[in-house]
């Protein structure tokens, strides 16, 4: 599967932003997506997953409640709703697809990913 992610930026605390992933060809896995962020001198950490037809979602803990994972399968697009931004969640975010198991949170476990957009929330 080929993964295009968009929609990064610069906002200040507290501003929401959303992330586009579109994503085409086949995908492994049931079709579940995920969401990771790399921020500058950390390893890549997991941010939240949906699986193929969107109803199933689980999210790390520093984003639970105020991110939100979304999908559209007739646009092959996945979304990344973030609510309330914290000067912490600055970050290249990422999407992944394929992962080896439902629950992963691992980016050893994505097979796909895609080139990172970079969010940047200002204090």
């Known amino acids: 599967v080929q993964l295009q992610a968009s929609g990064g930026g610069l906002v200040q605390a507290g501003d929401s932003l959303r992330l586009s992933c579109a994503f085409s060809g086949r995908t492994f896995g049931g079709g579940a997506m995920g969401w990771f962020r790399q921020a500058p001198g950390k390893e890549r950490e997991f941010v939240g997953a949906?699986?193929?037809?969107?109803?199933?979602?689980y999210y790390a803990d520093s984003v639970q409640g105020r991110f939100a994972i979304s999908r559209d399968n007739i646009k092959n697009t996945m979304y990344l709703q973030m609510n309330s931004l914290k000067p912490e969640d600055t970050a290249v975010y990422y999407c992944?697809?394929?992962?080896?198991?439902?629950?992963?949170?691992?980016?050893?476990?994505?097979?796909?990913w895609g080139q990172g957009t970079q969010v940047t929330v200002s204090s």
């Open positions: 992944a697809a394929d992962p080896m198991k439902w629950g992963s949170r691992s980016a050893a476990d994505f097979r796909s």
């Open positions: 949906v699986n193929g037809s969107g109803h199933r979602k």
